[in-house]
């Protein structure tokens, strides 16, 4: 029996993790709770679990606090459903809209969505001295997502989308907790207060979308246009669902509206991942100094940052490899929907996996010196290079959906922002990057963007 104790954070899960890997072997089990669970370590048992053997692996856990975000309903979200026929279907919808093949129709406008949504962040930062930088790139990640999902874009002075992104960023840091009250649900009404908290934020943020997004969308579709965007898709795909019985069905409207939530909600992932990544940047003026230079001689001052210049700016890439390595966020745990093994253990059918995630991003076995931000260590031979071990995104069919649209548009920012400006420490303020969750509390860093 372990402490609950250390389920309070994801960092303290990780130091646990890592002693026991060393102390006590790859699969160590462990009862949290009324709950068997494990934890596996090194990246060959954990490619096993997610990918290999993935499919005996592709539930997730059925947290009484992940039903109550999602309507009492743990299926309705995207990344804590079980695996299902819907959600293969989800995955399916989304793929053309989270992955554009580059050089397509769909990649040319999100990078006209990129350059646009990062020329008004130019302005916005060239006209104070000291910014707080969170919500603006939240703001600026919102529309790029609400453009290219949805077709809708926002004046960064509207109060409703403003408290949108408020509400969708606390949901955000909400669901990136750990609690001891997930294991032992005796303590649930500890946490009656923020879940109340919480089912408000969402019913605030389901107004939004279903009254600013989806309305006006509804009133003009039509099943004889081919969809424009995914909230067209999404739309069609129900229209034509409700048209089975209610058995074949794999999709209703309310469980539509959260993939569309859902998915929107990815811009508070990138917005919390850039401001970690900029309070990295701020400490790393040499790192600064190598991505300016690198952006001149490819593009020169004039050129503005395009994502198809991804190819050519291979050490900006390698510095948003290196920020999202440094904070070391979990994979969102899995679980065995039948009995099975890894390397050669029995697990349970229903025994929680948890992946050592942080060793694997931090180890001094696959590291060098894996403290510091070295963006070097992502290239080879002058191509970016992503070595084997390095899983942030998990892998198999729960793998991340978003991490190509993390990659492109950190990159028109991140580019952009580097091509534009020096990033300075403001006085006092503290620039040390929790790891081990990308989400940021809602006040995080100030900066000065000093113009080139
Ligand atoms: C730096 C930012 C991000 C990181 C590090 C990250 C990491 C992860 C990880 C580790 C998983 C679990 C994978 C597994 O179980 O194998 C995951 C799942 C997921 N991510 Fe991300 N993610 C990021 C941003 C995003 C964004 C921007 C979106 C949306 C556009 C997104 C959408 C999803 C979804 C939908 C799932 C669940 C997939 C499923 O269970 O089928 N993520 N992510």
Redesign the pocket.
């Known amino acids: 029996m372990v402490d609950c104790g250390i389920l309070f954070s994801h960092t303290n899960l990780h130091s646990v993790q890592g002693l026991q890997g060393k102390k006590f072997g790859n699969v160590v089990k462990l009862q949290l709770g009324t709950v068997k669970c494990v934890v596996v370590n090194e990246q060959k048992n954990i490619r096993e679990a997610?990918v290999t053997r993935?499919h005996h692996f592709?539930s997730?856990p059925n947290f009484e606090r992940y039903q109550r975000l999602f309507s009492g309903n743990k299926e309705n979200?995207?990344?804590?459903?079980d695996?299902s026929n819907t959600?293969k279907v989800?995955?399916d919808m989304?793929k053309a809209y989270?992955f554009p093949r580059a050089f397509t129709h769909k990649y040319i406008s999100l990078d006209n969505l990129i350059l646009r949504e990062t020329q008004d962040l130019v302005k916005e930062l060239g006209e104070n001295e000291i910014v707080e930088l969170k919500p603006i790139l939240l703001k600026k990640c919102a529309n790029i997502?609400l453009n290219h999902f949805c077709s809708e874009n926002f004046d960064s002075n509207n109060e409703k989308f403003t408290k949108m992104i408020e509400n969708f960023d606390e949901v955000f840091y909400e669901v990136n907790q750990g609690y001891a009250a997930d294991f032992l649900p005796f303590l649930m009404p500890l946490h009656k207060k923020n879940l109340e908290r919480m089912a408000a934020v969402t019913h605030e943020i389901r107004e939004f979308i279903q009254e600013e997004v989806i309305k006006n969308k509804l009133q003009t579709y039509s099943p004889e246009t081919e969809p424009s965007d995914y909230l067209e898709s999404l739309i069609g795909h129900v229209k034509m669902e409700n048209m089975k019985n209610d058995e074949e069905s794999s999709m209703n409207w309310e469980m539509a509206m959260f993939a569309l939530e859902?998915?929107?909600?990815?811009?508070?992932?990138?917005g919390?991942?850039l401001t970690k990544l900029f309070g990295f940047l701020v400490c790393e003026p040499e790192v600064q100094r190598k991505i300016q230079s690198e952006i001149d001689s490819v593009l020169g001052s004039e050129r503005l940052v395009s994502i198809c210049d991804r190819n050519l700016l291979v050490y900006t890439e390698a510095v948003i490899y290196e920020a999202?390595r440094l904070?070391a966020?979990?994979?969102?745990?899995?679980v065995a929907n039948q009995s099975s093994s890894i390397d050669g253990y029995k697990i349970d059918k229903g025994t929680v996996l948890f992946?050592n995630?942080y060793d694997l991003s931090m180890s001094k076995d696959l590291w060098e010196s894996p403290e510091k931000f070295m963006p070097e260590r992502f290239i080879k031979n002058g191509k970016l290079f992503k070595p084997e071990y390095f899983?942030?995104?998990?892998?198999?069919?729960?793998?991340?959906?978003?991490?190509k649209?993390?990659q492109l548009?950190?990159f028109g920012i991140l580019g952009t922002v580097m091509q534009n400006f020096n990033l300075k420490p403001v006085e006092n303020e503290i620039y040390k990057v929790p790891v081990g969750s990308?989400a940021l509390k809602k006040d995080s860093y100030k900066f000065k963007f000093e113009k080139r």
């Open positions: 997610l993935g592709d997730r979200s995207l990344a804590f459903c695996w959600q989800r995955r989304l989270t997502f859902d998915i929107i909600g990815g811009h508070s992932a990138v919390n991942f999202i904070i966020s979990p994979i969102v745990p899995r992946f995630n899983l942030p995104f998990g892998g198999g069919r729960r793998s991340c959906m978003g991490y649209l993390v548009v950190s990308l």
